[in-house]
């Protein structure tokens, strides 16, 4: 991916901190502290090193995935196949739906919000969708038991989608749709 680099440069800097930290405490703590203490001072620098760790290596992945989410279509459009699933699954989430990846019997996610269940098949396409996405996850839908069917694409779909989507009640989220979700974000 291509924000990798930002978390793992706050990962260096947080542990390089840790590790100055540590050797800085080593050599100013028995300066203050009488020698029967250092087992308490050490316990308590263990600790806190590794709550430091910890909050800066969780923040490093907030932070990935905040740069993440803020791409563009144009960065969608250069994404593998499993990149934009992991992109529409983190998506989601942030529109506040709790998502669990399944990518079988014609769906890839199953998402649920306010009591609902919607079965959910990522199509990342050069080309426009056709009808087999949409057939798919409609299957999907009652295999699920979900409440509703999504085809979401980074493309467009094909009029016999589009007219097979509208007769089974399977929602079609295209390209224009999919921008107008990131802008939310």
């Known amino acids: ?12 800097k947080t542990l390089l901190g840790l590790m100055g930290f540590l050797i800085v405490s080593h050599f100013v703590l028995p300066l203050v502290i009488q020698p029967r203490d250092d ?18 290596r969780s923040d490093g992945q907030n932070v990935k995935k905040r740069k993440f989410l803020q791409s563009d279509i144009k960065e969608i459009d250069t ?52 009808v087999t996405s949409v057939q ?14 999504w085809v979401v694409t980074n ?10 989507a509208k007769k089974s009640g399977v929602k079609l989220v295209d390209r224009g749709q999919l921008i107008h979700f990131m802008s939310k974000i």
Request: charged share 25%.
């Open 1 to 12: 991916m291509k924000y990798k680099n930002e978390a793992d440069t706050l990962f260096d």
């Open 39 to 56: 087992f308490f001072i050490i316990i308590v620098i263990i600790i806190i090193s590794v709550a430091v760790y910890v909050y800066f």
């Open 79 to 130: 994404m593998q196949k499993v990149e934009f699933k992991l992109y529409v699954e983190e998506l989601f989430k942030n529109m506040g739906y709790k998502v669990n990846l399944i990518g079988d019997y014609g769906a890839d996610l199953l998402l649920k919000k306010d009591g609902k269940s919607i079965a959910v098949q990522v199509k990342k396409y050069s080309k426009t969708v056709g």
């Open 136 to 149: 798919q996850v409609f299957s999907a839908k009652t295999y699920y038991k979900a409440n509703e069917a």
């Open 155 to 164: 493309n467009t779909f094909t009029k016999n989608a589009c007219d097979l």
